[in-house]
């Protein structure tokens, strides 16, 4: 048997991953999509065709993909669902992960097109990956404005021209508009598979938003006019993985961060000092809150409340204390005399200045309980 030959460190599987999300189509498209209606400059430096200026590998958001195409490809195989469906109009393309017909309108497709299961209602679904840190914030508050924008368009689109007719689908175009009633978010935990469906009906208005928000990046001459809707690297999560970062913010300058590249003059400064003195107070207002919610179920037990979870957990304190005992061993082997009341902190400084090490104990302090308040799924 052969042995194989290690030529040298091996290299991170996620370079390769990384090559390979770089190479989709979707990856080199400049036309505004659905999904990029989070960030109105973002949107706007795609829109007037700006080279990406950074290159972040995200592990997450490969694995975001990893995960949809395999819950897609289930999905379509053992359900019938339609998935990776494009629809498209002059402004704005999408590619919808699932779209399940209704009776009716299923029956108008070749049998293999036709889903197992109908649903009642057309139903547009997203899918969408979440780590475990956001699971609460899912859960509890639903689908964010710009998920729904994304998904709504999806829904508009459809509603108004169907599939789009492009290769691999031209049969679904045939049906013409669809009537899409229901929209479903289909959320996934990356941290242990947990899964949490929103369903809602179709909002025209929400759609017509997105419509609107399209429009204004349109109609920017330069991306600068559009305004950032997170607050940059190492604040927003989605700063530190866009391909713009540094068109939007700049280079760092002199070991700072890049924010302070917004900062020209002294009416920069009282700007900011001002929206830090409002934020305090929302902060401070809410912090008073909480400790008196903390107070107030301080004799509650753990349980279910309402929609929320109470769940208390406790945390030992550990401290290194000079070991009286042990010293007072050393000072009998030295022939030193000990303080009939002994005095550590006496005791402390006279080994140290005899050059030898203070002997420690491990204290354990009374813990103390921490308040823990999660969602309750219905
Ligand atoms: S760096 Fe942040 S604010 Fe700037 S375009 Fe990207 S996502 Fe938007």
Redesign the pocket.
Known sequence: MSTPTITGPSPSIWVAADAIDRARPRSRQRQLGASDTA?E??AA?KFHGWEPTDHVISPASVLGTYTHEGLTTAARKEFGWLVEKKVADATVRGSIDIVQLDRVTARQLPRRLRPRVPADENTVEDIKTRTVYRWDETIRYGATAPELRQVMTYARLLNSGGFADVDGQRVLARLGPIRVERIRLRYICRDNGEEFVQEIPYDPDIAEEAVWWLQRVTETEHPEQAR???L?PGI?A??DY?P??TA??GAPANGRPVQANLVHDNEDVAKHLADYVAAHRQWSEADKLKRFVRKSVDGTDAGRYGANRLDWSEEEKKEQRPDLRAMIEIFDTLGAPIPTVPDEDRMVKALVTAGLAVPMRTVVKRPSRRIGVSAVRE
Do not use: H, S
Request: proline share 0%; with cysteine.
């Open positions: 960030c400059r973002r430096y950032r809707d997170f940059g927003d989605a700063c866009c713009f970062a939007c913010w």
